[in-house]
Every structure is written in structure tokens, then in C-alpha cells.
């Protein structure tokens, strides 16, 4: 059982678009939603993160898009940069009640951002 | 944040034989945890690495196969044991910080079992 469905699988843009990654959870009790940035052969860093209590976290072109009701969450990047190039990944953990923080991931998007 | 290193980064092995991979913090943290992510996937959480007790394993992972160490709050140690082409993959530390679970991961030890 996927608990975080996460699309497209991959996603093509031209310098200076709006790529937008969906995900979409299954389990309530997540209560913490972080967003990783993986370049080839490199460990994934974490980009951004969002708790259900806010719908909306901004980090410079980076910007979290959260909606509790729906169980949706998504990822927007502005002024998107052929830098930008990567997988990106949404995930989802449960930071209270005893558990232990245990990250839950989607599937991952693979961005291309053309010239 | 917290600086993470692993070693080795990159490994080929011969079927059968066991692989320990390192992870070294450069801060003491409460909580260690071990990933696999196989090429072109997601990660996959094999195990949480408990300071002074045994790990605690997800679903699908075994302790004889993936022995795990955590000696203190700064190191850990993941085995790769009796190794087969199916364990071929990034084997991946992380460390949590912060209050909110924030998970920092390390470069990963890319494993190729021939």
C-alpha cells in the first residue's frame, strides 16, 4: 500500500516555467511534510517542509502548497532554472505520539528544465 | 543541519560476501536511520538505528541480513550480509534534527553486487 502517491513521474519545462509536483497522502495521522532535492549520485537534501497547520511555505523560488481536506500537498518552483534538474521527492512522517519520525516517500518526479 | 559522511561511497562485491557501510555524524543526534533506494527508485526505510539498542526494522528487512550498529550518538554501521544482485542499490544514512522530525541525509554508498 503506497501512502504517498506523488505525480507526474517526470515533468519537462522551459527556463523561467512553473513546474508543479503533486502528492497526495492517505495516512491523517502525518503531521510533517518535507520535500527532498536529489542530483545523480548525490543523498537527497531537504528543500522545503511544510506542518498541516499552514496552507502555504515559501523559501525563495521554492513554495509549499498545503490543503489538509483534500490530503494534497505540492511543490511549486518559480523561475524555474536548468539547475534546477533533479528528482524530486515528497514525503510525509508522523512527528508526535510516540512515533519515531519515520519518513514515508513518493515515488519521486524526475525535472528537466531546458535552456 | 547536521554534516554527514559515509564510507565507502562506492563498493563492488562478489555474491555471498558482507559489506559493512559507516555513517558518521558531525554532531550527536538522538535518532539514525538506514535507506535503500535500488537505481531509478524511491527510498525505502530498512531500519531505525537506536543508540544503545537493538535497531528497529521495517517490514521486509531482517536482521540477519542487515545487521545494524550504533555504538553512540555520533556513528552507526549497516551490513549488508551474504550479499546477492538483488542488494544492489544506494544504501543511505540519515539523522533527524530539529522538533519537527527535519531529516538530513548523507551521500550514500552505492553497492554493486556482481
Known amino acids: 500500500q503506497q501512502q504517498v502517491k506523488q505525480s507526474p513521474q517526470s515533468l519537462i519545462v522551459q527556463k523561467g516555467g512553473i513546474p508543479i509536483i503533486n502528492c497526495a497522502y492517505e495516512?491523517?495521522?502525518?503531521?510533517?511534510f518535507p520535500w527532498y532535492q536529489q542530483f545523480p549520485g548525490k543523498g537527497p537534501a531537504l528543500l522545503i517542509a511544510?506542518?498541516?497547520?499552514?496552507s502555504e511555505k515559501k523559501e525563495g523560488r521554492f513554495t509549499i502548497s498545503f490543503n489538509k481536506s483534500a490530503k494534497q500537498f505540492s511543490l511549486h518552483i518559480m523561475d524555474s532554472q536548468p539547475g534546477d534538474s533533479a528528482t524530486y521527492f515528497c514525503?510525509?512522517?508522523?512527528?508526535?505520539?510516540?512515533?519515531?519520525?519515520?519518513?514515508?516517500f513518493g515515488k519521486g518526479t524526475l525535472l528537466t528544465v531546458n535552456p | 543541519s547536521a554534516v554527514i559522511s559515509q564510507k565507502p561511497s562506492r563498493d563492488i562485491c562478489q555474491r555471498g560476501t558482507s559489506l559493512t557501510i559507516q555513517c558518521q555524524v558531525d554532531?550527536?543526534?538522538?535518532?539514525m536511520f538506514w535507506y535503500r533506494q535500488q537505481p531509478g527508485q524511491s527510498l525505502t526505510l530498512i531500519a531505525t538505528?537506536?543508540?544503545?539498542?537493538?535497531?528497529?526494522?521495517e517490514s521486509g528487512f531482517v536482521i540477519d541480513k542487515f545487521p545494524i550498529s550504533r555504538p553512540n550518538l555520533t556513528f552507526s554501521t549497516l551490513t549488508v550480509s551474504n550479499m546477492s544482485p538483488e542488494d544492489s542499490s544506494i544504501y543511505l544514512c540519515?539523522?533527524?534534527?530539529?522538533?519537527?522530525?527535519?531529516?538530513?541525509f548523507g551521500p550514500g554508498t552505492r553497492l554493486t553486487v556482481l
Open positions: 540519515s539523522v533527524k534534527t530539529g522538533h519537527y522530525g527535519e531529516q538530513f
Open positions: 495516512n491523517t495521522a502525518f503531521d510533517y
Open positions: 511544510i506542518r498541516p497547520d499552514v
Open positions: 514525503a510525509a512522517s508522523i512527528g508526535s505520539g510516540g512515533s519515531n519520525y519515520k519518513l514515508t
Open positions: 554532531s550527536q543526534v538522538t535518532m
Open positions: 538505528a537506536n543508540q544503545g539498542s537493538e535497531a528497529t526494522y
